[in-house]
């Protein structure tokens, strides 16, 4: 399972942010990939998990306690056909 996580951060804190979620160890997920963005989030994750609690939590106990992170939005990829 893959997830595309949208962070919102603090005014200044983008690169921080990308760099922290970078180093975060997760024990239920791995980071596939982090970049920080313009527009409306300021930073994209994508996650891979085998289980949405395992994803949920590397979101909840991970990635949404690095610092200036403010905000997120998860949106699962689903695989079609």
């Known amino acids: 399972m893959r997830a595309y996580v ?3 951060s603090a005014v200044g804190k983008a690169s921080d942010i990308a760099k922290g979620v970078k180093k975060v160890k997760l024990k239920e ?3 596939v990939s982090v970049e920080a963005v ?3 989030f300021d ?3 994508l ?3 085998d289980d949405l609690d395992k994803l949920g939590r590397a979101i909840t106990d ?3 306690q690095v610092s200036g ?6 949106c699962l990829v689903v ?3």
């Open 6 to 8: 949208l962070i919102e």
């Open 29 to 31: 997920a791995n980071v």
């Open 38 to 40: 313009t527009g409306p």
């Open 43 to 45: 930073v994209i994750a």
């Open 47 to 49: 996650l891979e998990s």
């Open 62 to 64: 991970a990635i949404q």
């Open 69 to 74: 992170v403010q905000r997120t939005t998860t």
């Open 79 to 81: 695989k079609l056909g």
